[in-house]
């Protein structure tokens, strides 16, 4: 909220500094929105991090992740650019996680990095409907 509130006072001085056309305003409005949605693709850089690790800590393959942004990113070829997203685009989010396998192999060392490895999910026999949706 701190951020946001810094960023709204950014937008209202440069409104007062070019004048109050139409223009001047909505271009400093884009400016600071897209501003601040960096600071949400971080968050969510950071959360896909958190997750891992929480995961390998766990004992569940951490790479998992990597495999769901993959097929994330194969899904949606026409994909909004990560400029005008709250969230870090697919392929990002996978090499930030490679990055941090990589950077902490004591952690991440011992998860296969295969796909193919991975046990495949089965929902149990008296899941209720509602999970099967």
Known sequence: MEKQSKIEKREV????????????????????KLHSLKYSRDVESRADLTGSDICASAGYNPWGLVWLFQDF????????????????DDQHRVNILEKHFRENPSVFG????????????????????????
Do not use: C, W, Y
């Open 73 to 88: 990113k194969d899904a949606q070829p026409n994909q909004m650019p990560q400029l005008l997203s709250d969230h870090p």
């Open 13 to 32: 001085g440069a409104a007062v500094l070019l004048g109050p056309t139409r223009a001047h305003i909505l271009a400093v409005a884009l400016i600071g």
């Open 110 to 133: 011992n998860f296969n990095p295969d796909s193919k490895s991975a046990k495949p999910f089965s929902v149990p026999e008296n899941a209720p409907e509602e999970f099967l949706r």
